[in-house]
């Protein structure tokens, strides 16, 4: 996959708040040049909410560029949407509006949602131990580069949006159709074949929702799409919605959260829990970065749209929502090899006044001294040292 | 590769911090996560019994060239009177702090067993000592 979050440079003033806030120590700045190692990145939004001077972006596609490439365009809309509008009319002029961008149609992927919410209810009471789901793409980012021992614990469904699109192509077979999924956050971006080259995706383009919004807003009048959400679908996005008191699931969000209880989760000390719904952000999708509104009003907003959304709920088969998910592990070196590794860093560590400043581009010594034994960059780039 | 960690007799407050440390040295080393998940488990059973029950005591880490875990625990004392009583899955002493705490649920030593490669306990009333290797 391409790199994710870019970094442009003109105004960059090496702050170093980008590397100092990263939750994977990816980000490191060697010659005054940021780096995001995209094999640590979880694609969380952190570094681009701290920047300062706002130069750490994802690019996603442009379509005036991109709607002639195919016969036909659908464009799939996030439920978290809902979260940014005051009425479910509103939702419908503002769908209409999306599809006067120059789409043929306008999807939503609620009633998939809904189904693989009851699932993933229903599925983990049944089987034994405790159960994550799998639709936030940066938990599961989280979970495979951080705690891959509970990689297996992922229930194995594919991702809403992206079993829509599958669904969307095998309904217009024979057609040349482009599929365009609308996302409100970095996480879900990432999905798409174009601009991060995920090739197995049924998703085409990626476009954040704010890059699309003055145009939706210009569009946009009494004219409404005939669009129907399920309301499973819709709590299954906000965090406070997600689950039941009386049943054993729990909801968790943000990452550190997240981190605190994938670490007792690996020691087996939770014991009476089922299944946990993780979101990376607060309250869930609808704190989706790329989302206008914010999510302390934008629950609200959704607990009073529920009543109206009455569409049906998706009937799916296992072939529709399975996914065998693999770790992305890569050429290991053997043990002894890693253990030499290991006990240079750490011999390097010694010598570091290990403060962790940052001052030296790296998050903290220990990145340093993994930089330094990797060759990038030498020990006088320690500035507390050399004085 | 070795480590030694000291752990002290009901210091709730910093219970499982040697494991956490294990765990992410092991983490760092990208030991294959199956074999990883039955040490944490092991290891932080094992951990936590040193400071609910023992008088303290210390754990000991080594790692060889094979990638072979092996982990001790020493400690100095009260002992286990019938190992094969403690080892019984529900069977527990554990003190009504520790229960408060949430632990005392009587499966860490049969936890222990079934997440080692090779499991061994030697006691008296001087010390217990447990020896595991995972592989
Ligand atoms: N290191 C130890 N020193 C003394 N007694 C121990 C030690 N480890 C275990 N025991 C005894 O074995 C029993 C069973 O241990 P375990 O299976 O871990 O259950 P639990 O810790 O929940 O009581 C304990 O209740 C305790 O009586
Ligand atoms: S946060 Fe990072 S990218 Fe942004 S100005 Fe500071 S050093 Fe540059
Ligand atoms: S997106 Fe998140 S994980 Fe990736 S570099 Fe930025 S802060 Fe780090
Ligand atoms: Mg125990």
Known sequence: MKPVVSWLEKKCYNCIKCLKSCPTDAISIVNHEVNIDESQCIHCDVCMKECPSRVLKVQGAHISETLHEHEYNVVLIPTSLLSDLKSFEEFQEICQAILKLGFDEVEQYSDIEGFLYKKAIEESQQKEGIWLTSFCPTINELIEKKYPTLFDRLLPYDYPVEIAAKKIRERLKGKDVGIYSLCECVGKMTLAKEPFGNKTSHIDYALSISHVFPKINKLKNQEKASIQMNKYGVKSNVEDLFGNRSLSVIRVEGLNQSKSLLDLIEFDRIQHVDLVAMYACYQGCIGGYYLWSNPFEGCYNIESLIDECVGEIACLDEDDYFINRQMNRQEMKSMKERMVWFDKVNEILETLPQYDCGACGFANCRSLAQGIVNGKVDIQSCRVKKR | ?135
């Open chain 2, 1 to 135: 590769m070795k480590k030694v960690y000291t752990v002290l007799k009901d210091n709730y407050e910093d219970a499982g911090q040697a494991s956490r440390d294990i765990k992410m040295t092991l983490k760092m080393l990208e030991i294959n996560p199956k074999v990883l998940k039955r040490i944490s488990i092991a290891c932080y059973e094992a951990e936590i019994n040193l400071v609910i029950h023992s008088n303290g005591g210390t754990i000991t880490f080594e790692l060889d060239d094979d990638g072979i875990v092996k982990l001790s625990f020493d400690d100095t004392g009260p002992g286990i009177e019938n190992i094969e009583l403690a080892m019984t899955p529900g069977y527990s002493t554990a003190s009504k702090e520790a229960r408060e705490f949430g632990f005392g649920a009587g499966m860490g030593l049969d936890n222990m067993k079934n997440c080692a490669s090779t499991f061994d306990i030697q006691s008296s009333k001087d010390g217990t000592h447990l020896r595991m290797t995972f592989q």
